[in-house]
């Protein structure tokens, strides 16, 4: 039986700006490196009136309370999990916002949550996954270094990508150590912001510097690795492409975002890259059978062509908004900017459907489809359900 039976499939230079001016944090042996800049931004482009094309309206809103910076809720059947910073882990229910439960990891937490439906995990700032279950804790372990993605839980097993793009895999059920896939690396810095972590088989997909890895979830060894960008620049910190955020997976075929570097897609059955084009977002993408989306740094959000990553069209309605990744909700791609704002644009051409509103704070990783409903999460912790009329 494969080790992902049953596989339960997670909900996946700045433009004109010098990438310098950083800030940097020594951890242990590395570097954490927050993806700013001091240099002042301009103006975000002004928002036209809003006129509705589709209906859609707000159908339920609860509160976790503020969550880490990048975290993304995460949706599993009916439930969307989300993890609030001071280690609130809550499961709602998609169609009504209620809970279905809510527990404690017992710290801070770093990441948001993962899980499979029954398990559920977070990363506290104290350097633990958390496992819980029906918001009771389950179990815990120490980790040798500091993590900024989710967890991913699946096939009774928790895996954990930390910020030295090591890999580590945990009994589910009762945390006992499995494995650990340590990368030699030269590279001094990493990003401190989500990386790429998911199943696509029987094959445990991540990223690792700028590299797509196939690991063998049952021992941690390489199936096959894929560079999406190769680090490039004079300096430490231009050469960073970490692959962060979101996916956009059809089939075997994952396509991913190298940070401020490159989009590249994937055939994760035969482990080949099938195209890669220069790219200077930090969010991560999304997409459908003949388009694949992403926000770029300055605003700008850009539609590949799935088959050869060409561009099929782009458009800069949103500029200087510090865009979230996008979603694909029929026939809209949705992306969601630092005002709280989610603006639902044509994914045939990028022009205005609708724009639907929150409380004001930017929303946090990319919005989620649970059901019918589109889910979004705002940073001081308000978790928005909305809905076709």
């Known amino acids: 039986m494969s080790v992902f039976s049953p596989i339960l499939k997670p909900f996946q230079p700045?433009?004109?700006?010098?990438?310098?001016?950083?800030?940097?944090?020594?951890?242990?042996?590395?570097?954490?490196?927050?993806?700013?800049?001091?240099?002042?931004?301009?103006?975000?482009a002004p928002l036209a009136a809003n006129v509705p094309l589709i209906g859609v309206k707000q159908a339920w809103v609860s509160r976790v309370g503020e969550v880490p910076t990048g975290s993304s809720p995460f949706v599993v059947g009916n439930a969307v999990v989300v993890a609030a910073s001071d280690g609130t882990v809550a499961a709602l229910d998609a169609a009504t916002g209620r809970?279905?439960?809510?527990?404690?990891?017992?710290?801070?937490?770093?990441?948001?949550?993962?899980?499979?439906?029954?398990?559920?995990?977070?990363?506290?700032r104290d350097n633990d996954v958390v496992a819980l279950e029906a918001g009771k804790?389950?179990?815990?372990?120490?980790l040798p270094a500091k993590a900024f993605t989710a967890p991913f839980v699946a096939g009774e097993r928790v895996f954990v990508l930390l910020a030295d793009r090591s890999v580590h895999a945990f009994d589910g059920l009762n945390g006992r150590k499995l494995w650990t896939q340590?990368?030699?690396?030269?590279?001094?810095?990493?990003?401190?912001?989500?990386?790429?972590?998911?199943?696509?088989?029987?094959?445990?997909?991540?990223?690792?510097?700028?590299?797509?890895?196939?690991?063998?979830?049952?021992?941690?060894?390489?199936?096959w690795e894929v560079p999406i960008a190769s680090?490039?620049?004079?300096?430490?910190v231009e050469r960073l492409v970490d692959l962060v955020g979101s996916v956009s997976r059809m089939g075997d075929v994952v396509?991913?975002?190298?940070?401020?570097?490159a989009v590249g897609c994937v055939n994760a059955a035969r482990g080949t890259l099938l195209w890669n084009k220069p790219a200077n977002g930090s969010e991560g993408v999304h997409g459908d059978?003949?388009?694949?989306?992403?926000t770029e740094a300055d605003g700008k959000l850009i539609a590949w062509r799935?088959?050869?990553?060409?561009?099929?069209?782009?458009?800069?309605?949103?500029?200087?908004r510090s865009l979230s990744a996008p979603l694909v909700v029929g026939r809209s791609v949705v992306v969601g900017d630092n005002a709280g704002n989610l603006h639902m644009l044509s994914r045939e051409n990028g022009s205005p459907l609708n724009r639907l509103t929150t409380d004001g704070s930017a929303i946090v990783g990319n919005p989620v489809l649970a059901g019918d409903s589109l889910v979004a999460v705002t940073k001081s912790g308000g978790v928005f359900g909305f809905r076709p009329e």
Request: charged share 15%; glycine share 12%; aromatic share 6%.
């Open 255 to 261: 396509c991913a975002r190298a940070f401020q570097a």
């Open 231 to 236: 680090p490039r620049g004079t300096n430490d």
């Open 182 to 223: 340590q990368r030699t690396t030269t590279e001094p810095l990493v990003l401190s912001k989500a990386g790429t972590m998911l199943a696509v088989g029987d094959t445990l997909v991540v990223g690792q510097g700028g590299r797509l890895v196939g690991l063998n979830p049952g021992n941690g060894s390489i199936r």
């Open 137 to 142: 804790q389950l179990w815990k372990a120490k």
């Open 289 to 294: 059978a003949n388009l694949v989306f992403g």
């Open 14 to 44: 700045l433009t004109g700006m010098k990438r310098a001016g950083v800030a940097i944090t020594l951890v242990a042996s590395f570097v954490l490196l927050s993806a700013c800049s001091s240099s002042k931004r301009p103006d975000p």
């Open 99 to 124: 809970d279905l439960w809510r527990g404690s990891a017992g710290a801070p937490a770093a990441t948001g949550a993962g899980s499979d439906g029954k398990v559920a995990a977070v990363i506290t």
């Open 306 to 320: 799935r088959s050869d990553g060409q561009s099929a069209w782009q458009t800069d309605r949103l500029l200087y």
